[in-house]
């Protein structure tokens, strides 16, 4: 089975300070692995992906995150933060069978900035 | 549509009564997802539809719960006897069926049960 670990639920950076978001993952197979970011009151917006090749993706709003096998690692990334990153960032992972890409979710890191 | 439509945006409803949550997919997306949000258990995958298809209702938390699909598009979410450990955010998603796309979620419907 699949499970996703999100070190820290929450974090607090600086304005213009760098935001690391830390994922682990587990998976029997090569997996399918996505931030979504949670602003107030709001569904889920894909930040990025990682499917197969680069293992450095990039998304949007400025973020980043590299698959690092090794490590079991997916860790979310932006030089500089804005007030506007404040939100509550998920990790997922997905196994695909026959078409089915549920997502196993970690449970979220709160990220709040500090002007 | 331009994005994933869920209704009612919010639903109070008493104890014991049945309620519908609706899902109105992005056109063209074949694979329709419903995940429940609540403070206690993160989110959590409910049901995962292909076409009107369900093949993996595995999520789905009791017998209360059942979802339906029909034209490829539209999807509701009911759950009958409403208890109070329903009370939640429910989310709908859809995506293109494989690929690694990644979902587009909708707002999702906010179900509180008193």
């Known amino acids: 089975a699949q499970s996703v670990t999100q070190l820290g639920s929450h974090v607090s950076v600086s304005e213009g300070a760098l935001v690391l978001l830390r994922c682990n993952y587990s998976?029997?197979?090569?997996?399918?692995l996505f931030w979504y970011v949670q602003y107030p009151n709001q569904g889920l917006q894909l930040l990025l992906k990682y499917t197969t090749g680069a293992t450095l993706v990039k998304g949007i709003n400025g973020f980043e995150a590299e698959f690092k096998k090794s490590e079991t690692s997916f860790h979310l990334t932006k030089p500089s933060a804005h007030m506007s990153d404040a939100a509550e960032y998920f990790c997922?992972?997905?196994?695909?069978?026959?078409?089915?890409?549920?997502?196993?979710f970690g449970t979220g890191t709160r990220l709040t900035i500090i002007p | 549509g331009a994005g994933v439509s869920q209704s009612p945006s919010n639903k109070v409803t008493e104890k014991g009564k049945d309620v519908e949550l609706r899902c109105d997919p992005i056109s063209g997306h074949t694979a329709l997802y419903w995940y429940r949000q609540s403070l206690g258990q993160g989110l959590e995958f409910l049901i995962y539809?292909?076409?009107?298809?369900?093949?993996?209702k595995s999520g789905l938390p009791s017998d209360r719960f059942s979802a339906e699909r029909t034209g490829g598009s539209v999807s509701t979410l009911t759950i009958q006897r409403t208890q109070q450990e329903d009370s939640a955010v429910y989310l709908c998603?859809?995506?293109?069926?494989?690929?690694?796309?990644?979902?587009?979620f909708g707002s999702g419907t906010r179900l509180t049960v008193v």
């Open positions: 997922a992972v997905s196994e695909t069978n026959f078409g089915n890409e549920k997502l196993t």
């Open positions: 539809f292909q076409g009107n298809s369900a093949p993996d």
């Open positions: 998976s029997s197979v090569p997996p399918y």
């Open positions: 998603a859809s995506s293109l069926s494989t690929g690694g796309h990644g979902y587009t």
